[in-house]
């Protein structure tokens, strides 16, 4: 029996305000509990891509997310149901402590504040960061902040989790420490990378951008050799 | 990225830190409504509402030289006025400019060095205030320390390619250039944070992370901080 598709993609298209043809017929599906990278090189449309599951950007084509059609009327639902967790945790933590940046999301959802609350904090229980949750974001070293950012996009308890770069800023300890934690969620992940390493001990599935277009899918491994996408130095 | 002290004395912990913030806001504005209708004879009375500052000042556990350092901030505008006044033949007058800005001042900055923006904001709302001007002084507060954090970045690196001559160094067209990079980035900056709010699940609205309760404890600090200052304003 096939698992759910969680998110399906179809002839997607969009242009830049500058002409830039950014995503040039994207056809893409994620299925329930699966991990698939997105690799290719920067400016391929990666990134415009994944801001188009949770409706941030808006192209020709269809994108569904969980059988929800992203439109401007479902874009409440859509993004509690996908996760976005930015390349930069600076752009993702603004609240002033942790505890109230991570029950932001709950608290958007309609959650009072103790429940809103209450969630954070077990959120960040399960990211091992309940010991930062009076802290401010700013003082926290980088490995601290994606797990917090991730904690804030947990909360909101999405079905996909959409990753940016996680391992950006990231000591090895801190990538390892990151890998094992996206590991034990449950949740489907897309999860755009660099780190050839990281895809590999993550992912089961690997879509390769190329100027817009996906220029390959299959095994992570069987990508990154028809790519030649490992680092040789 | 650094922050503002004041904004780390905010979350601290003492008797004056613990109290509503309906309570404290009710309280300086007793205490500056009392303090601006003084007339600048009752110098003993400018002396007792310096008495009351530094109680609240000691119940708040603060660096006492911190405070008075941040609060003389406003003292080169009112001596402006003061020095004026006191050429025009009123010395007690002049003394009474710079004793009520400095008081005002002071009292002022201990509501903010002991009150969170957030519980500010939450009790400015349940007083009533317009949702949108909370709304603004959010995003204004946030988008502040965008532009400071990104002109601490340019600093840094203007500095480092500009060896022994520093900032001085820096010409004019290149410093007129950097002023436009820096909005420019920090527009960049401020999208990519308001995307991400929108990401989850962000709609013009912030929920009230905080919900004030207001206790016995409040209802007594502010008697206490109304009485006394009607006391000291009535003897005057």
New interface residues.
Partial sequence: MRAARVIEVRGLRYRYADGTQALDGIDFHLEAGECVALLGANGSGKTTFVLHLNGLLEGEGSVEVCGLPVRKDTLADVRAKVGLVFQDSDEQLFMPTVLEDVAFGPANLGLGPQQAAERARKMLEQVGMASVIHKAPYHLSAGEKRRVAIAGVLAMQPEVLVLDEPTTFLDPPAQRELARLLASLPQAKLIVTHDVEFARSLASRAVFFERGRIAGEGAVDEIIQRFDWRPRF | ?H?VVV??WS?GASPLHGLDARSKMGALLAFLVAVSTTPPRAQLAFLAYAALVVAAMAASRLPLGGLVRRAALVLPFSATFALITWWSGQPLRAAALGETSFLSGLAALLLIATT???QLLAALETLGAPRILILVVQFLY?YLFVISEQAQHMRLAAHSRLGAAGARGLRFDAAAGALGVLFARSWE?AD??Y?????????GRF?????PHFHPADAVFFAAVLAACAGIRLVA
């Fill in positions: 990225m922050h904004e780390r979350r969170p923006l957030a946030r900056r990519g944070i995307h991400a709010m929108l990401a989850r699940g962000f709609t929920s009230p992370a905080v919900h």
